[in-house]
């Protein structure tokens, strides 16, 4: 499956094509994977106080890593 990415407007909807398609190429294990995303970026933790900013950097980054590699394996 190849998208058009040469502007910024193709690689949005590329992107946008990629996760509607997700659940057809990946079945269980997308909706798994975007349902824990999902969770992970939005309901997990409701506050951080402010001197635990290393569990806050490092959530970030779990936060970060997630997503883009979740967007890697649909762009396969």
Do not use: C, H
């Not at 999902?38 to 933790?45: A, D, E, Q, R, V």
Request: glycine share 6%.
């Amino acid at each position: 499956m190849d998208f058009k990415q040469s502007r910024i407007g193709e690689i949005l909807d590329s992107e946008s094509e990629m996760v509607i398609r997700g659940t057809d190429r990946y079945g269980p294990y997308f909706i798994n994977a975007s349902e824990f995303n999902s969770m992970l970026l939005n309901g997990m933790i409701k506050s951080i106080k402010a001197d635990r900013f290393m569990f806050t950097i490092f959530l970030s980054q779990v936060r970060k890593y997630f997503t883009l590699r979740a967007m890697r394996r649909l762009m396969r």
